[in-house]
């Protein structure tokens, strides 16, 4: 049943020519394809087209009708047999948007018209041979009533538009051959925000946002990183927009964050709107970042498509390493690398942990859209930076330019990626296609031994790739280490390696073992070992807590220094003893240290989270990881109390708004300071007013160890939570009105809930503000969230089939809610299941997505062990089940 790489056979057919007309009704759809086909396999190859949830209406061969007798219908294909080598099809299909809740192929959000193709949407369309190395040149015609559907939106360019009656029509015509996936189409009622772009040889570009009608203002930001990544992509790798037009159009309901359709990118919509009083910092970021991503994929997507889904991280890999690379040159490259590496640790180490691990090319699939994973972007855009470290910028470029060059308006694979490497450096490259092909993170071991009388330093250095599932032998993988020396006062200490006299050095691992030897070490050192994450592994090195202390203090590699402090962090969390002082006052020379910028100071301010502390325990108890790190936080907070305060008094709510890195920076800083002078234990004076309340508050079940929780009564507020309030109230942007909405959450209490009050009355109209106030509720640390989201759940405003408010309770709660998801009564995972066998009823794609939270479930201690197998097997043996969350619910019992 699973789909193997192995299979992969060219296709029988080709389609040089697609012609497409659209009747567009909301449940009657009618679809007329034609297509020109020519044979290039076997004389005897019947015609195999794919779709799906499609009413035939009519099949026309050379014009002639062909018989029902003449070809064979299943639910899934359309077969015919005996056709000549060179034909016209013509096929009449009817389909329903109105009722797609799956919201792919052709559907309807807000009364609008339309698609997503990616990866198997095209089927749900019209019958068409939808795999991606099959090109084909589209021409669209789009036809649907004058009134409610004043735009009419496909690929390409507009050639003919025209009225018939009460209706329209446009004709839009796409000169690139193009896979199914990257059609698309849009009709109905929308705003334009319009610009100008002229490119690098001096053609222009007319830029067109579409949106809800009254918010294109809140496009402006999506135009300008639009108009900075065209830029970007021309200077840095000469790669040229290459139609008249480019169009962005945003939806309210869509599976996942964006789609790179030719000409037509269609964006969720909270990755594109946003201004200040309803998006924060983080949203302007990833809009950023989001719009980058998909007009990079023009030319790394596009232009060069890929052979297969098995090949998906070649284009997704290198597009979120163009991505990244992009904020990086926008907003510092030492806060974009943390970041990216957070996100990696965080959802990509999880899953090469886990039952649900993969290769970055995986070998078989039942549902590919169950592999738009973290390892085959996340991953995948690691291993394009580790190529980049190794032969350096220049030939990198060098590399990318012969790529896109040799395969432009072909479908590729990795072995050609690769075999640009070889062609421009004359080096075998092969070694490289371990990291695509093997899952599993690499464990880097390091051992130094210092010799004072040569001044010579042996690092023993060795890999070892745990087994994954189906995976039991692993070979080694080439890993790049950047590595510099501290002087035990923190200074950095330069040394001598293969002739020179350097401050850093670049080894390669390629075997399982080696070892290097530095000359002219002039002192025992402290190792700065992987500077920048130069590998996406797991590094251990045994050295005293100093090292760690003096790297943290002073590390000249800013990733270091964070990653310093975040091991420390770790250790003295998960060490039930582990005291904060020297802990804290590391940090307070880090927060006053006029030298770093804002947005490092508060990357540096934050601690592990649980997520990334429950990897560091086996077995996973995940009240004692929530105990504990309360516990070191309140002690860092006390520690750090004064300086906090001060720090965050000096830091003022600024007036006017600025989404810019440097303003974004302070104001992440501001609320990194917030949330540590909220964690600090209340003073003796609130502690007495807090006594009468304990009675009802140890009615509320909490995690062990615990300090009692305020009840939800009136009575007078902590100094903290006056800080929190205002902080709130006072707040004259998103950002800083979240930051003070999830400190009062975290505090709990009467002051939180009347923010919340506060908050909807404010939003209610606004879905996008909407979804975060549902979010910060599901995540809030508190035990009565469990019974929080059940109410959630009841709620107007909530809504299953929009993918985003689902997400804000049920994502919000399973990923961003450790402690209360995984409650020691089940109630949370019974929760979450439900949630899913909710909405894969009509939307698998995105239910199947959450099953991930159980995924790590032989990890945990009991009962958490016990009661995720039981709820996993519970979703197994549910009748109806998708294929989408089949496929991942057995594969994380089985692991
Ligand atoms: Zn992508």
Not at 204 to 233: C, E, H, N, Q
Request: with cysteine; glycine share 6%; net charge negative.
């Amino acid at each position: 049943r699973p789909i193997r790489l192995t299979d992969y056979r060219a296709p029988d057919f080709v389609i040089p020519e697609t012609r497409l007309a659209f009747d567009l009704h909301p449940t009657q759809t009618q679809v007329k394809a034609t297509y020109r086909i020519e044979r290039r396999g076997a004389a005897d190859a019947p015609l195999v087209l794919l779709g799906e949830r499609l009413i035939l209406k009519t099949l026309r061969l050379d014009g002639v009708e062909v018989a029902p007798e003449a070809y064979a219908l299943t639910p899934e294909c359309l077969t015919l047999s005996g056709v000549p080598d060179r034909f016209t099809l013509e096929i009449d299909v009817e389909i329903n948007p109105q009722d797609n809740k799956m919201l792919e192929g052709l559907y309807m959000s807000s009364g609008r018209y339309c698609t997503q193709c990616e990866a198997e949407g095209f089927r749900k369309i019209v019958y068409f041979p939808d795999r991606p190395d099959v090109l084909s040149k589209y021409t669209v015609r789009l036809r649907a009533p004058k009134a409610g559907f004043p735009r009419l939106l496909s690929n390409g360019n507009l050639i003919d538009s025209g009225e018939e009656g009460t209706f329209h029509y446009a004709v839009w015509e796409d000169p690139f051959p193009k896979p199914a996936y990257l059609f698309a189409l849009v009709a109905g009622e929308l705003d334009v925000l319009e610009d100008r772009f002229v490119t690098m040889s001096g053609r222009t570009v007319d830029l067109k946002i579409f949106v809800d009608p009254g918010m294109s203002a809140r496009a402006a930001y999506a135009m300008d990183a639009l108009k900075r990544s065209m830029r970007w992509d021309e200077e840095t790798y000469g790669r040229e927009y290459d139609l008249h037009l480019f169009m962005i159009v945003a939806v309210r309901d869509f599976n996942f964050g964006a789609m790179e359709n030719k000409g037509l990118n269609i964006f969720n919509a909270s990755l594109l709107l946003a201004d200040a009083q309803t998006a924060t910092d983080l949203d302007y970021e990833r809009i950023e970042s989001v719009v980058a991503h998909e007009y990079f994929h023009n030319w790394s997507g596009n232009r060069v498509t890929c052979r297969d889904w098995f090949q998906l991280c070649l284009k997704e890999g290198l597009t979120v390493f163009r991505d990244q690379s992009f904020s990086g040159d926008q907003r510092g490259h030492a806060v974009q690398r943390i970041k990216d590496v957070k996100m990696l640790r965080a959802r990509q180490f999880p899953e090469d942990a886990g039952p649900l691990a993969h290769p970055v090319r995986p070998a078989a699939y039942l549902k590919i859209d169950n592999f738009y994973t973290a390892t085959i972007y996340e991953k995948g855009a690691e291993i394009v930076g580790m190529l980049k470290t190794v032969v350096g910028a220049e030939t990198y470029r060098r590399a990318l330019d012969h790529y896109f060059e040799t395969h432009d308006g072909t479908a590729a694979t990795l072995e050609d990626f690769l075999s640009s490497f070889e062609a421009v450096t004359g080096q075998d490259f092969s070694p490289w296609l371990k990291w695509y092909v093997q899952a599993g993170t690499p464990v880097l071991s390091l051992s130094a031994t210092y010799d004072g009388d040569t001044q010579r330093l042996t690092l023993t250095v060795s890999q070892m790739t745990p087994p994954t599932p189906a995976q039991a032998h692993k070979a080694p993988v080439p890993i790049p280490v950047r590595l510099g020396l501290l002087s035990g006062a923190g200074a950095p200490l330069s040394f001598r390696f293969a002739g020179e006299t350097v401050p850093e050095a670049l080894f390669v691992l390629t075997e399982a073992r080696a070892q290097w030897v530095l000359e002219d070490v002039t002192e025992a050192p402290v190792i700065s070992a992987l500077r920048g994450f130069s590998a996406p592994v797991k590094l251990t090195l045994t050295e005293p807590e100093a090292h760690r202390f003096a790297r943290f203090r002073g590390d000249p590699d800013p990733f270091n220094r964070w990653e310093a402090a975040q091991s420390l962090a770790k250790a003295l969390i998960l060490d039930p003893h582990g005291a904060a002082a020297d802990y804290a006052e590391a940090l307070r020379a880090t927060l006053t240290d006029p030298t770093l910028d804002a947005a490092f100071k508060a990357l540096m301010t934050g601690l592990p989270t649980e997520m990334d502390l429950a990897q560091s325990l086996t077995p996973v108890d995940p009240a004692f990881i929530h105990t504990r790190r309360k516990a070191f936080k309140a002690e860092l907070a006390a520690a750090l109390k004064t300086d906090a305060e001060a720090l965050y008094a000096a830091l003022p709510a600024e007036t006017t708004f600025s989404p810019d890195a440097a303003s974004a920076g302070r104001r992440a800083l501001r609320n990194a300071l917030l949330d540590l002078i909220v964690a600090a234990p209340d003073s003796d004076a609130d502690r007495s007013e807090a006594t009468s309340d304990q009675a009802g508050a140890q009615a509320v079940r909490r995690p062990e160890g615990e300090a009692p929780l305020e009840r939800d009564a009136a009575k007078p507020l902590s100094a903290k939570q006056k800080i929190a309030k205002a902080h709130y109230h006072d707040a004259r942007n998103m950002t800083d009105m979240m930051a003070g909405l999830s400190a009062l959450s975290q505090i709990h209490g009467a002051a939180y809930q009347d923010a919340l009050e506060d908050f909807y009355a404010r939003f209610k109209s606004e879905p996008l503000v909407l979804d975060k106030w549902f979010a910060v509720q599901a995540a809030c640390p508190h035990p009565e969230t469990l019974s929080r989201v059940r109410r959630l759940i009841t709620h107007p405003d909530f809504d299953r089939k929009v993918p985003n408010r689902w997400r804000a309770v049920a994502q919000a709660f399973a990923a961003n809610n450790p402690a209360i998801f995984h409650d020691a009564s089940g109630e949370g995972y019974a929760f979450i299941a439900e949630e899913i066998l909710s909405v894969d009823r009509f939307n698998p794609m995105t239910a199947a997505r959450l099953i991930e939270a159980f995924g790590g479930f032989k990890r945990y201690a009991e009962p958490h062990r016990g009661l995720m197998q039981a709820v996993l097997e519970r979703i197994l043996g549910t009748e109806g089940l998708s294929k989408n969350v089949a496929e991942l619910a057995g594969k994380a019992l089985a692991g």
